[in-house]
């Protein structure tokens, strides 16, 4: 089996991982990285690829702007180009992950292997994940590691607004990206129960039956009691210069500095207790800093609070807040709390798992931790510490006094901890039980031909040019004459393909009345059904794989009592295209409907158009993946395709690699979100004088190569 794994945000390498950097570099990078070397380690599995951005900025690492690195023989990181160069965050990313799919596709297609597997971790991998599996055929899994719908109810629960919440963390697109990868993934991997009842049951696509729980592994090799001869850890000096007494038991919060880790109601419990100041010492390791003031905003504002908490309570000499630590310190800052007799607390507002505390009790260390998420399942399997509630300094307190208090009690949860990270948490039993629950997705794919149906001259046609028909090629009579004069003079090197919401027969009575020569390509029925040449060859391949997961009766019940939508005629009605008039006065906003659709289980894909069509199709179908599959079995490069269109039907054929072109008589303001995206050309002209002035602004046949000889046959 070949595996890819997905995790495109943060900063990803095989050594150093720069765990507590920023927002985006914490747990999930750890875990992509375990568990693709986990799965590396098989017999049964051939390769791995964890996929992310690349990055070059002189900012990071010039590990990060390095396209390939191996792990090991069977495993690799592969970082594929989206964007700018610069490390960007996450939130940033959404606009150029559409460029990321058709990227790593090209990479997939070049090295002439696709994976039988794409596992997706987070919500923007999610996307990318989507896309990719539907255009290879290949099931999907996903991990969420967090969701947006939990944060974002979190973050009002704090105090924000929720305009505010949408806007700065993109929450619309990231939660309409989830409810996608929940439609489309044939598995969900979770790591605690708590996932799948609480958070995942927040959403339409909620399905219980489709989720497993396996939990991530530690590293038992690096992560270990501290001998009992070991001497002094080497970090025992950055910790000890803080302390008056450091012969006093240990307390280590060690987490990134996000308000949501709750470090500042953990160092409010320590200041408001005596009792528990008398018994141990507080470490917080948050992050690395040379300066508060040069860090982001959220990162800053959390260690000023910590350092000003520290003064309120005047806790000098008992709270040690290194500014430094190395990855490779992590292992030896848990020993030194273990030597110290200490405790590792998590007291985050909730914990979508809680790796910490794995590698925390796999050391040696008793643990108390939030009662919000991962850590129920953790201390419950292993009955190694106490769930306390975060907002309840004074129960915080209590529960590290508790097992402080009374050695015998701690080193009962120490051995019970070590007994069961070894049982239940290591990388080998997590990658044992995972390729166990994958074996029988990938019984049922077919992967793409490699080449086309039709004559193989097509093949050597470099580059092609894709148009909607209405409104986008039509309507300007003399256009059309010099848009099919110019076709005709360039066919050579070109492809010629129109991508419509019409069915064939309707598209071929259009082409002949205007004049217009029958397409290499046609992408008909909003990108439902693909015929080549004059000769209406079909591509049977692609209706087949257009067909998953679609159920037509079930789409027509579902909608059958919508107020404002009527269908339309049986001449625009096809086997994989469910058409209606939308009255936008009458019907409730696509959203709902989307979500009425969301919550009867059907993974489809609704497009609405000219303010007044609603079309649902296959997840699978759109008339830009219908575009990005023949790319593909043509060889013909997404950098060398145009495309042109004027409605909310065509949005994603031109998100991404390839070049395009909104005619100016574009419906209302359907396409004007791509109004900042540099390969998305806004024509001055309407119709097809449009899409003349696109080509010659690109100068699309200036370099368009003609071969010397053309095969007459396959």
Known sequence: MYIL???????????????????????????????????????????????????????????????????????????????????????????????????????????????????????????????????????????????????????????????????????????????????????????????????????????????????????????????????????????????????????????????????????????????????????????????????????????????????????????AAPKHHRADDVPDIYRLAAQRDGVFINPALTEPFGLTLLEAAASGLPLVATENGGPVDIIGNCRNGLLVDPLDRTAMAAALIRILSDPDYRSELVRNGLAGVRDRYSWQAHAETYRKRVAPLTKRTEPIPDTPPVRRRLIYRDRALFTDLDQSLLGDAEGVRLFTEMVRANKRCSNFGIATGRRLDSLLTELKRHGIPVPDVMITSLGTEIHYSAALVVDDFWSEHVDHLWKPHAVRRALEDVPGLVPQGKSEQSRFKIAYHYDPGVAPPVDEITTLLRTRELTVNVIHAFGQFLDIVPIRASKGQALRYVAHRFGIPLEHILVAGGSGADEDMMRGNTLAVVVANRHGEELSQLVEMDNIYFAREAHALGILEAVKHYDFFGACAVPNSEPDSA
């Open 5 to 319: 794994l997905l995790s495109i945000h943060g900063l990803i390498r095989g050594h150093d991982l720069e765990l507590g950097r920023d927002a985006d570099t914490g747990g999930q990078t750890k875990y992509v990285v375990d568990l693709a070397r986990a799965l590396g380690e098989r017999d049964d599995v051939s390769q791995v690829d964890l996929v992310t951005r690349r990055v070059i900025d002189p900012a990071v690492s010039p590990d990060y702007g390095e396209p390939v690195e191996g792990l090991s023989g069977k495993v690799r990181i592969v970082r594929i180009d989206a964007g700018p160069e610069g490390y960007i965050p996450k939130e940033q990313l959404w606009d150029h992950l559409d460029g990321f799919v058709d990227s790593l596709a090209a990479y997939l297609h070049d090295q002439g292997r696709w994976p039988n597997l794409v596992h997706s971790h987070y919500a923007d991998a999610g996307y990318v994940g989507v896309r990719l599996s539907n255009l290879a055929g290949v099931p999907l899994v996903h991990t969420g590691h967090s969701l947006g719908r939990d944060k974002r109810q979190r973050l009002i629960a704090a105090g924000l607004d929720g305009e505010q919440i949408d806007a700065r963390y993109n929450m619309v697109r990231r939660i309409d990206a989830e409810e996608t990868v929940l439609g489309t993934a044939e598995l969900v991997i979770t790591s605690t129960h708590n996932e799948i009842d609480q958070q995942y049951a927040l959403y339409d696509y909620y399905r219980p039956e489709r989720m497993v729980v396996i939990p991530p592994g530690t590293d038992l090799v690096q992560f270990h009691p501290p001998a009992a001869d070991e001497p002094p850890v080497p970090f025992l000096e950055e910790v000890d210069r803080f302390l008056d007494d450091p012969d006093k038991s240990l307390i280590l919060a060690l987490s990134r500095a996000d308000h949501r880790k709750n470090i500042v109601a953990l160092v409010e419990a320590y200041g408001e207790s005596p009792e528990l100041q008398s018994l141990a010492n507080l470490l917080i390791v948050a992050g690395n800093r040379d300066d508060i003031r040069d860090l982001d905003e959220g990162a800053r504002t959390v260690l000023t609070d910590v350092l000003l908490t520290i003064d309120a309570y005047d806790l000098y000499g008992r709270v």
